[in-house]
Every structure is written in structure tokens, then in C-alpha cells.
């Protein structure tokens, strides 16, 4: 029989998260290895001293300090946007005015 008593398989087992068979599988497996039950029973104990445990609360300038931040992001990006258009603006033109110039020579080689 395959053991399957990595951590995350155990974890998945305790938040009964596997298929039935898996499920199964692993009940087994815990009911013939004492390191397998132990790691469950451990995994549990955590389980429920998190459930238990009290929702933590962010400090009162936790949401001015996001947005102020997410303000500073989002002003920086907008201030590159408008150089990479500026730019690709003047890559335009000057592609454009190359482009021009390459045909005026060339009409001019033909009259």
C-alpha cells in the first residue's frame, strides 16, 4: 500500500478535503501507524486552536496607510504611462517623417 503521510495529505485529511477513498486511506493508514495518528491528532490540536484563537483586528491607520500607498503606485504608473505614450508618440512621428523623407528620395531619383 502507498503511504500518503506527507503534511499536505494529512492537512487536506483533517480539513476533509480528500476524495472518500483517499479519505479512507488515510483513516487507515493512521489506525496502523502510531507516527501517522500522531501527526493528525497534532494537525487537529492546531486546527482548533486557530478556530479558537481571536480574529486579529489591523491597527487604525492600517487602511489610510493601503490607500495612501496604492495612491503613491498608482500615481507613479500614470506618470510612466504618460512618458511611454509621449514616446511612443514621438517614435511615430519619426518613423513617419523617415518614412517620408525615404519616399521623397526616391520619387526624386525618378523624375
Do not use: N
Not at 33 to 39: I, P
Request: charged share 25%.
Amino acid at each position: 500500500m502507498r503511504r500518503r503521510t506527507d503534511e499536505s495529505h494529512l492537512s487536506a485529511y483533517v480539513d476533509e478535503m480528500l476524495s472518500g477513498p483517499e479519505m479512507r486511506t488515510v483513516a487507515a493508514e493512521a489506525r496502523l501507524d502510531e507516527s501517522t495518528a500522531a501527526k493528525l491528532a497534532h494537525l487537529r490540536q492546531v486546527v482548533q486552536a486557530l478556530r479558537e484563537a481571536p480574529e486579529p483586528s489591523p491597527p487604525a491607520d492600517f487602511w489610510p496607510q493601503v490607500y495612501r500607498r496604492v495612491r503613491q503606485v498608482a500615481l507613479a504608473e500614470a506618470r510612466r504611462s504618460r512618458w511611454r505614450r509621449t514616446l511612443a508618440t514621438a517614435g511615430g512621428s519619426l518613423l513617419l517623417v523617415a518614412a517620408l523623407a525615404a519616399l521623397a528620395k526616391w520619387l526624386l531619383r525618378l523624375g
